[in-house]
């Protein structure tokens, strides 16, 4: 069983629209990442949430750390074709030496 | 930038061949991770290491084991290559804990190993 529950598995939509992707723990964790992953290579950060019912944005994504470090959301607004990846969320422990991700969502965006 | 290079993108082995896989980082993380990945699976940790010459087992280290001679260094190793190791393997490196940026994991672009 997984630590971390990503839903959903697969998202295949069309440009413009807006999605929501989920992690969920009924653990508690220090910090949460998001990465992307495009086919052939390794994982990219692309934000750490820390603080409970942190929200951050980085341009069209909005990744928001839910109150009781358990859980977080990633929303794209706006999807384009160049968000098309593997999106992955990973759960720090609390002293660093071990990280817990979660399955991954695999996006599509047509054009 | 952090670079995390792994010494091959694309290896094919035999079933019972020893294989060495290698990973090497240029930023002096003391904290250094192999995961293979698998789909629906997700990442799954074999092993890491957070000092040279030191090693912890993760969630599925059966079938493996790990070299770290020098800081910059973590190789993983299939004593007896098995078709069920056929993966993409992706290592890691990050700072220690109490240094700011601890929470983060870089990654190499991985090797996508094939056991015949």
């Known amino acids: 069983t997984q630590l971390l529950e990503q839903s959903p598995q697969f998202l295949s939509i069309q440009e413009g629209e807006n999605l929501t992707v989920y992690c969920n723990s009924s653990?508690?964790?220090?910090?949460l990442q998001w990465y992307r992953q495009e086919p052939g290579e390794g994982p990219v950060l692309l934000v750490t949430?820390?603080?409970?019912?942190e929200v951050k944005k980085l341009k069209r994504l909005t990744f928001q750390f839910g109150d009781a470090r358990k859980d977080s959301s990633l929303h794209i607004t706006a999807a384009q074709p160049g968000d098309t990846g593997l999106y992955l969320c990973?759960?720090?422990?609390?002293?660093?030496?071990?990280?817990?991700f979660g399955s991954g969502t695999k996006l599509n965006v047509k054009p | 930038d952090v670079k995390v290079t792994q010494s091959s993108r694309y290896l094919v082995k035999r079933t019972g061949e020893k294989v060495f896989l290698e990973c090497v980082q240029d930023?002096?993380?003391?904290?250094m991770f192999w995961y293979r990945q698998d789909p629906g699976l997700g990442l799954r940790l074999i092993y890491f290491?957070?000092?040279?010459?030191?090693?912890e087992k993760g969630d599925i280290p059966e079938g493996y084991s790990v070299s770290r001679e020098k800081k910059e260094r973590f190789s993983l190793i299939l004593e007896s290559a098995s078709t069920n190791q056929t993966s993409m393997y992706l290592c890691?490196?990050?700072?220690?804990?109490?240094?700011?940026?601890?929470?983060?994991?870089?990654f190499g672009p991985g090797t996508r190993l094939t056991v015949l």
């Open positions: 290491s957070y000092d040279v010459k030191m090693k």
């Open positions: 930023m002096d993380h003391e904290n």
């Open positions: 949430v820390v603080t409970g019912g």
């Open positions: 990973a759960g720090a422990s609390y002293n660093f030496n071990k990280f817990y």
């Open positions: 653990s508690v964790f220090s910090s």
């Open positions: 890691a490196s990050s700072l220690p804990p109490g240094t700011g940026g601890a929470d983060t994991q870089y």
